[in-house]
């Protein structure tokens, strides 16, 4: 798998892919996690980013994946969606739990999994990533998951104003499932 991996993705990508791993293992092992499927989930969630947009929009429409208006409007964000179907038919992967964690990496979803969020987190916070408010991310994730993603969300959000960039509906979801429930604490 991380053969075939290499091959795909730039050096830097696969030196990303093989931190996230190792942080969702890790932190697999501190909430309780299935650490084999974390380091798998880890290892493979941009398996769908070595191609090009227009590579990765054709490579939907062979694989039967959805593009609805929200993917159309966040290129960025079709990476997960397609790189599920990736696992899926080209690295063999059948558990729909890594299977999941692959597809919202890039956007999360209201009622997350546990594997899905250490991948959410894991992708942040590996030791390969330098960005303003990285030391604070790594902090929280060793403290409170939840916590965590919501500062994540925070930073990606406000970058994303910054930019203009579009906006999808699950990030928004997700802030407000986070949000909800840690009131209810
Ligand atoms: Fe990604
Ligand atoms: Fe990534």
Redesign the pocket.
């Known amino acids: 798998m991380e053969e075939k991996l290499k091959e795909i993705l730039s050096e830097k990508r696969f030196r990303h892919s093989l931190g996230v791993a190792k942080e969702a293992k890790r932190l697999a092992k501190l909430y309780g996690a299935d650490e084999e499927k974390a380091y798998t989930a880890g290892l493979l969630?941009?398996c769908a980013?070595g191609y090009s947009i227009e590579e990765q929009i054709k490579l939907c429409d062979k694989l039967n994946v959805k593009l609805d208006e929200s993917l159309r409007i966040c290129p960025?964000v079709i990476?997960?969606f397609l790189?599920a179907e990736v696992a899926k038919k080209e690295y063999g992967i059948s558990d729909d739990e890594i299977l999941q964690s692959i597809k919202y990496?890039?956007v999360g979803r209201a009622g997350m999994s546990l594997l899905e969020k250490i991948i959410y987190i894991a992708?942040m916070t590996e030791e390969n990533r330098d960005f303003d408010g990285v030391d604070e991310l790594r902090g929280a994730v060793n403290r409170d998951l939840n916590e965590a993603l919501l500062i994540s969300i925070e930073q990606q959000f406000k970058l994303q104003f910054k930019r203009r960039s579009t906006l999808h509906p699950n990030m928004i979801d997700m802030w407000n499932d986070l949000v909800l429930k840690s009131r209810k604490e």
């Open positions: 969630h941009d980013k960025p990476h997960g790189g990496h890039t992708d």
